[in-house]
Structures are given as C-alpha cells and as structure tokens.
Nanobody, 127 residues
Framework: QVQLVESGGTSVQTGGSLRLSCAISGFPYSTVWMGWFRQAPGKEREGVAA????????HFANSVKDRFSISLNDLRNTLYLQMNSLKPEDTAMYYC????????????????????WGQGTQVTVSS
C-alpha cells in the first residue's frame, strides 16, 4: 500500500525559506514521477514541482521557478521541496504525489490524474 507522509510546513514571513519533506513507502516502481501540488482555500489543487527518477529531469510551475527546488534522497524514499523567497501567495496546503505513467506529474500537472496523495502539510506565509 502506497503511503505518502508530508511534513515541514509551518508559518513563515515573506522572504523566508522552508523545506518540505515527503516520506514515500509502498510504491513498487523505481522509475517514476514524484512531485508536489498545493491547494489554497477556495482554489483548485495546482502542480508545483516534479522530478522524474529515471533521469533526474524536473519541471516547475511558472509561479515558483527560480525560487523552489525539488530533490530526492539517495534511498529514493524521501522527496524534498526547498522553498525560498516565499511570498504570501505561496500559502497553501502542500501535497506530495507519485506517478508511474506521467499522467499526474509529467510535463503537464494533472491533479485529477493522481492516484496517491498524502495528508498534506500547511504552509502559511505572512506579509
């Protein structure tokens, strides 16, 4: 059974940094997409960042490019999202996802195509 457990969310001031973690277990495939979505109150869930374990390729939402980075530990069981220069509009619940086929996290983010979600971790950025 796939389990995704996010952590690291908290309240920070504008311009601050945070690193989110996602512990991944039970996913039986090694060459997959892994990534992050976020959802602010009253808004749709949107893709933030994704990484393909096959070749390390990454892609990001335009709103976070040059501020966020995504990485995976050597054991491939913890996914990170490093968030720098945080803005109030980054305030949201952040969710990690894994995706074998690329429908969810491939070069186009599609939340409705994701089958595995964690419980989320809240990030609040105050001005």
């Amino acid at each position: 059974q796939v389990q995704l457990v996010e952590s690291g969310g908290t309240s920070v001031q504008t311009g601050g940094s945070l690193r989110l973690s996602c512990a991944i277990s039970g996913f039986p495939y090694s060459t997959v997409w892994m990534g992050w979505f976020r959802q602010a109150p009253g808004k749709e869930r949107e893709g933030v960042a994704a990484l393909f374990t096959g070749d390390g390729a990454t892609h990001f939402a335009n709103s976070v490019k040059d501020r966020f980075s995504i990485s995976l530990n050597d054991l491939r069981n913890t996914l990170y999202l490093q968030m720098n220069s945080l803005k109030p509009e980054d305030t949201a619940m952040y969710y990690c996802a894994v995706d074998r086929g690329g429908d969810c996290l491939g070069w186009t983010f599609r939340a409705d195509k994701c089958n595995h979600w964690g419980q989320g971790t809240q990030v609040t950025v105050s001005s």
